[in-house]
């Protein structure tokens, strides 16, 4: 991790141990992330790790991102992302923090969820949501259904 991040983390514990999996999951913090676990699978024969931290460098990245993109359509609006989990994807010792968030995004394999709050007219709510779903599938983003709330 600190060769792959180049800075320092501080190990915490070995956590869930599963019988016959590849792996070693472990926790480990960052100074930059205080209170937060960040998870690292280390492969049990050539000692490579995944780990999620990499979530964590591309959070703002990403909201940034959805703001500009939330902006075109909804012109005054504010963009809300949950913070990354422990939990969240896992990526491979290639995937190191010099990567775009346009590679990251098409590398990571999972849901993400965020929020847009507007004052726009809600009769027009259909259609712009339209326009953001599109907006998305220029940039490959979607492979679900986007929807409102």
Request: hydrophobic content about 35%; aromatic content about 10%.
């Given at each position: ?50 780990d ?12 940034e ?13 504010q ?54 779903r ?5 940039f ?10």
């Amino acid at each position: 991790m600190e060769r792959k991040y180049d800075e320092k983390f501080e190990f915490v514990n070995i956590g869930t141990e599963l019988i016959g999996a590849s792996y070693i999951e472990m926790h480990v913090t960052s100074e930059k992330l205080p209170g937060e676990f960040i998870t690292v699978h280390m492969d049990r024969k050539d000692k490579s790790c995944s780990d999620n931290y990499i979530m964590y460098l591309m959070h703002e990245k990403f909201l940034e991102f959805m703001q500009s993109l939330a902006e075109e359509i909804y012109e005054e609006c504010q963009v809300f992302t949950p913070v990354p989990t422990r939990n969240g994807a896992l990526m491979p010792e290639h995937i190191t923090k010099g990567i775009s968030l346009d590679d990251y995004l098409k590398t990571v394999n999972r849901i993400m969820h965020y929020f847009i709050y507007t004052n726009k007219d809600v009769l027009t709510k259909d259609e712009d949501l339209e326009k953001l779903r599109m907006a998305l599938e220029k940039f490959e983003l979607i492979s679900g259904v986007a929807s409102d709330m």
